[in-house]
C-alpha cells in the first residue's frame, strides 16, 4: 500500500521541513491540495528538501491556468523529483472557476477531458519539439525551442482526474493515469461505482483497468481513549459535514443508507449555522465513511477497509487542518504509513 499524507499548503519557509518529517515519518510521499495557495510550489519545494518522496497535486485545478502552462509545470515537477511526480487535476465548481478564477468553466467534464488530452499533448511536444493538438476546447500548435522546456530523462508525468459522478469516473478511465476519489467515497461507493466505472472508460479506449491509479482520501479518528480520539471526530464530522452540503454528492449518502443527508446539512447552511451542519453528521456516518481506531490498530482497520479497493491511499487528517498542524502525531501517522507498505491485497 502506497500511503501519502494530504497538505493543504502554507508558507513555504516551513514546508522543506515538513518534506524532511514526512519522509522521516515513513510516509511514501505527500499531496497538495489547492486553495488559497498553489500546489505546485509546494511541491517543488519539497522535492529539493527530501528527494525520494513522491509528490502530488491533489487536486490542482485547472481550467484557470492553460493546458501548456500546467503542462511546464507538472514537467518540471517530474524532473525535479526523478519521475515520482503525479499531476492531479480537478474542475472545481462553477462559483469558484467563473467568479474568483474569471474562467470558463461549462461544461466541465468534457472540459476536463479536452484538457487532459492537451496536456498530454504537451508532453509530447517537449520531446519532440512539434505541438498539433485541436480538441473541442483547445487548440495548441505553436512551440519554439526556446518556449519549450526540452526533454527530461524520466517518462511524462501521471495525470490523475478528480471524479465522482458516474461520468467522470468512465472518463478518468478512458484519458487519465488515475482518478481522485472524493472524500466522501466510502468503500461501498468504491465497489458500486468506482472501480466498474473506470474500468469501463478504460475498455473504451482499449486500456488494462489496472493501469488507472485509485487514490483514496481516508479520513481517520485515532487515539487510545475516547478522549483522545474526540478531537479527530469532530473535526470529521465538520468535514463531512462541509463536503456533504454539495447537492452533486448527495446520492453518495442516500446509497449508503443516509437518505436526505445534503437537504438537512444545507438547510443548516442557508441558516448560517455551522454547528447545525456537523450535528447532522451521527456516529453512524462517522463509522462508515471514516476509520475509527487505536493506534495500534489503525494500520490493520485501513487495510482491512480498502483491501483489493485501492493501493495508494492519502491519510486526509495527518496533519489537521492547516499547514502547522501537530507535528508528533503527524509523526505517528507516518509510522501507520510505514506499517501498510507491502500490506495492500490486489485490486478486485
Known amino acids: 500500500m502506497h500511503v501519502e499524507a494530504m497538505v493543504i499548503p502554507g508558507p513555504l519557509a516551513g514546508t522543506a521541513e515538513l518534506a524532511r518529517r514526512a519522509q522521516a515519518a515513513g510516509f511514501a510521499g505527500l499531496l497538495f491540495t489547492e486553495g488559497g495557495r498553489t500546489a505546485y510550489l509546494g511541491a517543488a519545494v519539497a522535492s529539493q528538501a527530501a528527494p525520494g518522496l513522491a509528490l502530488s497535486t491533489g487536486v490542482a485545478v485547472a481550467f484557470p491556468r492553460s493546458p501548456f502552462v500546467t503542462a511546464v509545470s507538472a514537467w518540471e515537477l517530474q524532473q525535479a523529483t526523478g519521475g515520482d511526480f503525479r499531476l492531479g487535476l480537478g474542475?472545481?465548481?462553477?462559483?469558484?472557476?467563473?467568479?474568483?478564477?474569471?474562467?470558463?468553466?461549462?461544461?466541465?467534464?468534457?472540459?476536463?477531458?479536452?484538457?487532459?488530452?492537451?496536456?498530454?499533448?504537451?508532453?509530447?511536444?517537449?520531446?519532440?519539439?512539434?505541438?498539433?493538438?485541436?480538441?473541442?476546447?483547445?487548440?495548441?500548435?505553436?512551440?519554439?525551442?526556446?518556449?519549450?522546456?526540452?526533454?527530461?530523462?524520466?517518462?511524462?508525468?501521471?495525470?490523475?482526474?478528480?471524479?465522482?459522478?458516474?461520468?467522470?469516473?468512465?472518463?478518468?478511465?478512458?484519458?487519465?493515469?488515475g482518478v481522485h476519489v472524493h472524500p466522501l467515497g466510502d468503500p461501498g461507493y468504491l465497489r458500486r461505482h468506482v472501480l466498474p466505472n473506470v474500468?469501463?472508460?478504460?475498455?473504451?479506449?482499449?486500456?488494462?483497468?489496472?493501469?488507472?491509479?485509485?487514490?483514496?482520501?481516508?479520513?481517520?479518528?485515532?487515539?487510545?481513549?475516547?478522549?483522545?480520539?474526540?478531537?479527530?471526530?469532530?473535526?470529521?464530522?465538520?468535514?463531512?459535514?462541509?463536503?456533504?452540503?454539495t447537492p452533486n454528492y448527495a446520492f453518495i449518502w442516500d446509497e449508503a443508507g443516509f437518505e436526505g443527508t445534503t437537504a438537512r446539512i444545507r438547510e443548516k447552511q442557508k441558516a448560517a449555522d455551522i454547528a447545525g451542519m456537523a450535528a447532522q453528521i451521527t456516529d453512524e456516518h462517522l463509522a462508515m465513511f471514516a476509520t475509527e481506531a487505536t493506534w495500534d490498530g489503525l494500520a490493520d482497520a485501513l487495510t482491512a477497509k480498502y483491501d483489493g479497493l485501492t493501493e495508494r491511499l492519502v491519510l486526509y487528517n495527518a496533519l489537521g487542518l492547516h499547514h502547522g498542524g501537530d507535528l508528533d502525531r503527524f509523526e505517528r501517522y507516518g509510522e501507520i504509513a510505514r506499517r501498510m507498505r507491502g500490506s495492500a491485497a490486489p485490486l478486485r
Open 91 to 177: 474542475t472545481q465548481v462553477r462559483r469558484h472557476v467563473e467568479r474568483r478564477y474569471g474562467a470558463a468553466f461549462d461544461p466541465p467534464g468534457p472540459r476536463l477531458r479536452d484538457y487532459i488530452k492537451a496536456v498530454k499533448a504537451c508532453f509530447t511536444a517537449f520531446r519532440t519539439g512539434e505541438l498539433d493538438y485541436f480538441g473541442e476546447f483547445y487548440e495548441l500548435d505553436f512551440i519554439t525551442p526556446q518556449w519549450s522546456p526540452g526533454p527530461i530523462d524520466v517518462p511524462d508525468p501521471k495525470v490523475d482526474a478528480a471524479a465522482v459522478n458516474l461520468w467522470m469516473l468512465r472518463m478518468a478511465g478512458e484519458v487519465a493515469d
Open 199 to 245: 474500468a469501463a472508460g478504460a475498455a473504451k479506449a482499449g486500456r488494462d483497468p489496472a493501469d488507472v491509479a485509485v487514490t483514496v482520501p481516508a479520513l481517520t479518528i485515532v487515539g487510545d481513549d475516547d478522549a483522545e480520539r474526540h478531537a479527530e471526530r469532530e473535526l470529521v464530522r465538520a468535514s463531512l459535514a462541509f463536503y456533504g452540503s
